[in-house]
């Protein structure tokens, strides 16, 4: 299976990393310039004419969200499959472009090591699309618009948040007398180790398997209450919803 995919930034370019092994990826952009840097990576290219055809395509749709309506103009033909990851577009803005299934899906950067974690909507027929999805990592269906919104911040938005924490950890560690790299490669390896306990735990049942009574671990968590960090996390997660 072939897959178009519009648009040549930072998640196009994940997008087409984490697929390449699977399908045939065409990245579609309006620079040139700034598609060579897929030749080393061995992906096609395309530059769009003044119409480009989508015509029994699968596309995915990864040009800024505020480019639609411009891109669809562009547009002609009806495509098969049509995955949007626009940020903030609902469904039925997708209606603009014609295709046979309109799905709408919000993947992260992590899609480059077939790790993203991505929400999507559809009304369609959604079995290609899912299968695309997974294929740069697991994918999650939801049942609106407002739910895709919630699911697209903690799977899109959250890779941000976590840097920080990830960062401040490392810094920690540095403070603490450790060399930089020890001290990041430390922070990367807890966060792998953290994500397979997650899978199998409670975040609140592993919390409480690592505290011990008068222990170290609950020294440092009672801090990290004091400080307001669990209501700065819901708080930044409704920030970015709002937006
Ligand atoms: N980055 C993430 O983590 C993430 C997560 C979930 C969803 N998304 C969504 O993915 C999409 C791309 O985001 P990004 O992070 O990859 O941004 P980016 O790196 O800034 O890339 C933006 C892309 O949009 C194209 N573009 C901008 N204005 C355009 C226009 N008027 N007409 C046609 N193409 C235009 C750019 O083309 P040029 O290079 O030619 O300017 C470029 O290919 C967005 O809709 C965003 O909401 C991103």
Request: aromatic content about 6%.
């Amino acid at each position: 299976m072939k897959i178009y995919i519009l648009g040549n930034g930072a998640m196009a370019t994940a997008m087409a990393l984490g697929l390449r092994d699977l399908y045939e990826v065409v990245v579609v952009g309006r620079d040139k310039e700034k598609l060579a840097k897929f030749a080393k990576f061995d992906i096609k290219t395309e530059v769009y004419g003044q119409i480009y055809d989508i015509n029994d395509k699968n596309i995915i749709l990864a040009f800024k969200p505020y480019a639609l309506k411009t891109m669809s103009e562009k547009l002609s033909g009806r495509a098969n499959n049509c995955i949007s990851v626009l940020a903030m577009t609902k469904l039925d803005e997708l209606n603009c472009i014609d295709a046979k299934n309109r799905i709408c899906a919000i993947p992260n950067i992590a899609a480059e090591f077939k790790a993203s974690i991505t929400p999507y909507f559809t009304q369609d027929d959604d079995s290609v699309a899912k299968e695309v999805l997974d294929g740069f990592g697991k994918s999650v269906a939801v049942y609106s618009d407002d739910e895709l919104k919630s699911a697209g911040v903690i799977a899109g938005c959250a890779p941000a948040y976590l840097a920080i924490v990830a960062e401040a950890l490392a810094n920690g560690g540095v403070k603490e007398g450790l060399k930089k790299e020890i001290s990041l490669n430390l922070v990367s390896g807890v966060f792998a180790s953290f994500s397979k306990l997650l899978e199998h735990s409670h975040p609140a049942l592993l919390k409480e398997r690592v505290c011990s009574p008068k222990g170290t671990t609950i020294e440092g968590v009672a801090v990290l209450e004091e400080c307001g960090v669990r209501s700065a996390f819901i708080k930044a997660l409704s920030a970015s919803a709002k937006k």
